[in-house]
């Protein structure tokens, strides 16, 4: 998975500090651990009122004196994006635009054009909003790539954004079904319709206002992994997140009749003993068992549409039951719908901090 490193934003709190600090320590310390970490291109946003674009300079340069992981820049401001590009060494990745007046797709890729190493990530939403049903993304997505055709830009260069909203706020009657199915649907059409192209997804904006968020965090990107999205904006900090990750890759690798053994093997046994790939992300063996049965768990739900009460977890580990009840959320599997399951499991001291009884 292509990782965006997120920690360099205005919107985090200690990031923001140090902006207005202007603490070239901190920017920098962050820029290369990130880089150390495997981040693939590390996102830069200032998140400011005045004077964006000498912020992002200044950021810029910070960055680029640790590290020739490429920028990834971050702005709501198409005039930003086409001004601050400049500033960095190494072509990069332009954050964002879309069908949206504000988010001028023309003048980004223009700029493409005359600057063939540079990407873009694209987001399905117009003039009108967020489409609240997947054929309305489809359609904005068609009118980007038509966009991209004109202007000579390959789909290989262009990460689209699918637009993952917080599961606690998803409507359970939505048209597409409950849980990430809109979401899920719309990165499947993705790949059928434009396989060169890149699917990517904010990773934590899936879990806003929910308790235990690593818990989503880590079930969104194992299934929206099996759905096509080969890119991430996360924190490349969280080791465990990297491991989760790197193990759904393995596992949705096995033939399909292998995957179908391995769900029954997951129902059957809890996770446990089922000769699960370990991670390479620098965790220790135990952890990388841990997670894993974390990526199995919540691939085997999916395949096999079971939820919680449905799967042999009653004495699994306790990240591997918060993994599979965030599955269960995501898939749509709970009954009452909207997290319920999930939150009620946390309070009930199931997973998360809390002991369980």
């Given at each position: 998975m292509i990782v965006v490193g997120e920690k360099i934003n205005g919107s985090i709190p200690a990031a923001a500090r140090a902006i207005a600090r202007r603490d070239a320590d901190w920017i920098r310390d962050m820029a290369r651990r990130q880089a150390e970490a495997g981040a693939d291109f590390i996102d830069v946003c200032a998140s400011v009122e005045f004077e964006e674009l000498e912020t992002l300079r200044?950021?810029?340069d910070q960055v680029q004196s640790v590290t020739d992981t490429p920028i990834s820049i971050d702005s709501p401001s198409t005039e930003t994006l086409a001004?601050?590009?400049?500033?960095?060494?190494?072509?990069?990745?332009?954050?964002?635009?879309?069908?949206?007046?504000?988010?001028?797709?023309?003048?980004?890729?223009?700029?493409?054009?005359?600057?063939?190493?540079?990407?873009?990530?694209?987001?399905?939403?117009?003039?009108?909003?967020?489409?609240?049903?997947?054929?309305d993304r489809l359609k904005v997505l068609d009118r980007i790539m038509r966009k991209a055709e004109a202007y000579g830009i390959d789909p290989s260069r262009i990460h689209i954004d699918p637009i993952v909203e917080a599961e606690a706020y998803i409507d359970p009657?939505?048209?597409?079904?409950?849980g990430i199915?809109?979401?899920?649907?719309?990165?499947?059409?993705?790949?059928?319709?434009?396989?060169?192209?890149?699917?990517?997804?904010?990773?934590?904006?899936?879990?806003?206002g929910l308790p235990a968020r690593k818990y989503m965090n880590y079930s969104f990107a194992v299934l929206m992994l099996a759905h096509g999205?080969?890119?991430?904006?996360l924190d490349p900090l969280d080791r465990g997140l990297l491991a989760v990750a790197d193990a759904?890759?393995?596992?949705?690798?096995?033939?399909?009749?292998?995957?179908?053994?391995?769900?029954?093997?997951?129902?059957?046994?809890?996770?446990?003993?089922?000769?699960?790939?370990?991670?390479?992300?620098?965790?220790?063996?135990?952890?990388?068992?841990?997670?894993?049965?974390?990526?199995?768990?919540?691939?085997?739900?999916?395949?096999?549409?079971?939820?919680?009460?449905?799967?042999?977890l009653?004495?699994?580990?306790?990240?591997?039951?918060?993994?599979?009840?965030?599955?269960?959320?995501?898939?749509?599997?709970?009954?009452?719908?909207?997290?319920?399951?999930?939150?009620?499991?946390?309070?009930?001291?199931?997973?998360?901090?809390?002991?369980?009884?």
């Open positions: 200044w950021m810029i001004r601050a590009y400049q500033f960095c060494r190494r072509p990069g990745l332009f954050n964002s635009v879309s069908m949206e007046k504000t988010k001028e797709v023309d003048r980004i890729f223009g700029i493409m054009r005359e600057n063939p190493g540079w990407e873009v990530i694209a987001m399905l939403s117009d003039d009108d909003g967020i489409p609240q049903c997947a054929a009657e939505q048209e597409d079904g409950p199915a809109m979401v899920a649907k719309v990165a499947d059409e993705i790949r059928s319709r434009y396989p060169a192209l890149h699917i990517t997804s904010a990773i934590s904006n899936i879990s806003h999205l080969d890119c991430g904006i759904a890759e393995k596992l949705l690798a096995f033939p399909e009749n292998r995957q179908q053994d391995l769900a029954a093997a997951v129902q059957k046994s809890g996770a446990e003993s089922c000769g699960f790939p370990l991670s390479e992300r620098g965790v220790s063996e135990q952890e990388g068992r841990k997670y894993a049965e974390m990526a199995a768990v919540a691939l085997a739900m999916k395949r096999l549409g079971a939820g919680v009460d449905a799967m042999n009653n004495d699994v580990d306790r990240d591997v039951l918060g993994a599979a009840y965030a599955a269960a959320a995501l898939l749509g599997l709970e009954e009452e719908g909207s997290c319920v399951e999930y939150v009620d499991a946390y309070k009930s001291g199931l997973f998360g901090t809390k002991k369980k009884k």
